[in-house]
């Protein structure tokens, strides 16, 4: 591993936003999709895991175990306990945000295209109707989901939608910060390289394998229900 030297090493883990972000006050956690800089540097500097902690392979040896296989698998998900029991019901928070979305949707004349996402993925079973009656509703976690609107006009799908995990309630942790992030599995700059070094590539439709796989708890259920 290349030399990293201590300034460098004091940019990534403190490194100081270098564009305003308008979404900051909304979504304060939601560094995948706005640290730009740390992640950047992070891939530039070549920091690698060296090897599992006990943690890990605690974590990992856990989720293994929990696969379960009938006719399809069935998988229970790796939280971090100490987190999760602390993330409260969003209901109120949700349902602004519901509101919001389907506004913008029926001032852009998106709204049944949108719908129409939903109803598709219904009929292949990707997801499912629940009812839960109003009196439960803050026994929930929900998750909010927006849009996503190409005009390209070579894309096969034109509208779809991104679901946030991030979202938090006070200083409460949200789904992602307390879900267990795993190890790093591959390195990003060697699979572009090799993506690009060979003449032929295969590409592989992994929408059945996805379907294939199921929430082993009910209870992990309840961090699925979308708005």
Same mark, same amino acid.
């Given at each position: 591993?290349?030399?990293?030297?201590? #300034?460098?090493?004091?940019?990534? $883990? @403190?490194?100081?936003?270098?564009? *305003?972000?308008?979404?900051?006050?909304?979504?304060?956690? #939601?560094?995948?999709?706005?640290? $730009? @800089?740390?992640?950047?540097?992070? *891939?530039?500097?070549?920091?690698?895991?060296?090897?599992?902690?006990?943690y890990d392979e605690q974590k990992i040896a856990l989720f293994q175990q929990s696969i379960l296989f009938k006719d399809k698998y069935y998988v229970q998900l790796p939280w971090e306990e100490d987190k999760i029991s602390h993330v409260p019901p969003n209901h109120a928070v949700a349902l602004r945000i519901l509101e919001h979305v389907a506004q913008n949707l029926e001032r852009k004349q998106l709204y049944q295209d949108y719908l129409q996402v939903f109803q598709q993925q219904e009929r292949e079973g990707i997801i499912e109707e629940i009812f839960v009656p109003p009196q439960r509703f803050n026994e929930f976690i929900w998750i909010p989901h927006r849009p996503v609107v190409k005009s390209d006009p070579t894309t096969t799908t034109k509208i779809r939608r991104v679901f946030n995990c991030s979202l938090k309630v006070g200083d409460s942790p949200s789904l992602n910060e307390s879900t267990y992030q795993g190890v790093n599995l591959s390195d990003l700059l060697d699979l572009l390289l090799t993506f690009r070094s060979n003449k032929h590539v295969v590409l592989a439709d992994i929408k059945k394998a996805f379907l294939m796989i199921h929430l082993k708890l009910e209870l992990d259920n309840f961090f699925f229900e979308g708005w």
């Open positions: 591993m290349a030399e990293v030297s201590p #300034s460098q090493l004091c940019f990534v $883990l @403190e490194s100081q936003s270098m564009y *305003e972000d308008p979404l900051s006050d909304f979504f304060p956690d #939601s560094d995948v999709q706005r640290g $730009l @800089e740390k992640m950047f540097g992070v *891939e530039l500097l070549r920091i690698r895991e060296q090897g599992l902690t006990d």
